[in-house]
């Protein structure tokens, strides 16, 4: 099946890809929003695949140099430039951009549908966003977009580690992002304050807890309180400290503490079922979050005298 976007294989296909990973996320109730790795060291020279028009834009940043780029639109020539690794790239979906395909590529576009800036808008309580600000072929220094992409690149290269919470938070963080340094939306002048009510920080938390797995999305936790992805997350976050997908993480982690204490249960069988992908995964997270392996914490767990 066909995706609608242009992203994933869609995308893919017109830079004569074979291969695209991406993410999809639907943290917005009217949008799809993805991110696509790009990538070919050794690409077949030509001008890139026409995308079908829409009312959205590709957002791209780009890992490598890749210099004197002709960059096309609306079916001719509109620049040639060289186009610097590390720098942000926009596209506009409605004038067909394209470009000539002749030297080694590496990058990730970020799809953002206009129903996705409409929706940050209407959260914001802010009037709707107009064209992005851009010129064709110019690149900016935007650090917020190297960071999330940098994330992002991560969780493409291991897919099934990579919760869905996480996703959603950072495709909505990239939203905003986009929509507040491109098209001039303005943050509220009194930001939200409060966090949760007790009762519904607790049934958040059981909700998340109840999938270690992260296959849940914050769009359906936050349709259960009827609030706004964004709102929700905000709340959640000054109610325990952590954005549910780290919060999350730490629930795994404490999960997995408790199963090592039953001493002959194997580690793989414990990563599985605290909600990690596999050891792997289980052996990279609980490192970084405790500072020691699994196995390190668990022999001196086990070998610590009780408690009198």
Not at 45 to 66: I, N, Q, T, W
Request: one cysteine or more; aromatic letters at 8%.
């Amino acid at each position: 099946m066909r995706q609608a976007g242009a992203y994933g294989q869609g995308l893919g296909r017109r830079f004569r890809l074979k291969e695209a990973p991406s993410l999809v996320t639907r943290t917005l109730r009217s949008a799809e929003l993805a991110v696509t790795e790009t990538r070919d060291d050794d690409p077949v020279p030509g001008l890139s695949g026409s995308m079908p028009s829409e009312d959205a834009y590709l957002v791209s940043l780009k890992f490598r140099d890749y210099p004197d780029c002709e960059c096309w639109e609306r079916g001719r020539c509109v620049i040639r430039t060289d186009v610097r690794g590390g720098a942000t790239y926009l596209y506009d979906l409605k004038r067909d951009p394209r470009y000539v395909i002749d030297k080694p590529f590496h990058s990730i576009f970020f799809y953002l549908p206009r129903s996705a800036l409409d929706d940050i808008a209407r959260q914001a309580g802010a009037p709707r966003v107009g064209e992005l600000a851009y010129e064709p072929g110019i690149g900016h220094d935007d650090a917020v977009v190297r960071h999330l992409g940098a994330s992002l690149v991560e969780g493409l290269r291991r897919p099934d580690e990579t919760n869905q919470l996480f996703v959603d938070h950072m495709m909505l963080a990239l939203t905003a992002h986009v929509a507040q340094t491109y098209g001039g939306l303005k943050r509220a002048t009194e930001p939200a304050r409060g966090g949760l009510a007790p009762w519904q920080e607790k049934r958040a938390c059981e909700r998340l807890e109840s999938d270690l797995a992260g296959k849940i999305s914050l769009e359906q936790v936050a349709a259960e309180f009827d609030l706004s992805v964004s709102h929700f997350s905000r709340a959640f976050r000054i109610s325990t400290g952590l954005p549910p997908h780290q919060w999350l993480l730490r629930q795994r982690v404490k999960a997995a503490k408790q199963l090592m204490t039953v001493r002959d249960l194997p580690l793989s069988e414990i990563a599985i079922s605290a909600g990690f992908a596999n050891q792997s995964h289980f052996t990279r997270v609980f490192s970084s979050v405790v500072g020691v392996s699994p196995g390190a914490w668990r022999r001196e767990a086990l070998s610590a005298p009780d408690e009198k």
